[in-house]
């Protein structure tokens, strides 16, 4: 049985999280794991060709724990559980997710709120793969994604600083 977690920061819920910024450096490989997938959701998808990467940050009420020998654990914004959960989500788009050239590129993931009236506690979770299926053990063998500078940004609030 093969399983991870996925890395957590609990944060206290009268912050509001805005945007994952970072570099990212990809270089793709030819897939030499193909094949079609179902996503929990329902949805088919043959991946074969050239890989592709993946970053995304989530805010969700709750841990959970994606389990490789079981898919209706993976990341999915459509299945039921995410939708229950999933506070905010931000990933970087299908077009950047391709071969930066041998160069370290920006990236700036702003989150988009399903539930902005949300004020409990919540986690981080954040996600960088170098095959964006390799849940599922599609991709490449010969991808490379290294990452640098991550930073998170909140919405500043001068009036939490007064002693009033």
């Known amino acids: ?4 977690q996925a890395f957590y920061q609990k944060q206290d819920g009268q912050v509001r999280l805005k ?3 970072g570099y990212y450096k990809y270089s793709p490989g030819d897939i030499d794991y193909s094949g079609s997938i ?4 329902g949805e088919k ?5 050239v890989d592709t990467c993946s970053v995304y940050i989530a805010l969700v009420k ?10 209706n654990t993976f990341f999915d914004l459509k299945s039921k559980w995410f939708k229950e959960n999933v506070i905010a989500h931000a990933e970087l788009p299908a077009d950047k997710c391709k071969s930066t050239d041998g160069k370290y590129e ?4 702003t989150l988009n709120y399903f539930d902005p009236e949300h004020t ?16 599922y053990f599609k991709g490449s063998t010969k991808s490379n994604l290294k990452l640098d500078e991550f930073e998170l940004d909140y919405e ?8 009033e």
């Open 120 to 135: 409990g506690p919540f986690y981080i979770v954040i996600v960088c793969s170098s095959s964006k299926y390799g849940d």
């Open 62 to 71: 709750d841990k959970y724990t994606i389990r490789t020998d079981q898919t």
């Open 1 to 4: 049985m093969s399983c991870f």
């Open 106 to 109: 920006p990236f700036e993931l």
């Open 38 to 41: 179902t996503t929990p959701s």
């Open 45 to 49: 998808i043959d991946v074969s060709g």
């Open 156 to 163: 500043y609030d001068e009036n939490c600083f007064n002693n």
């Open 19 to 21: 945007k994952l910024k």
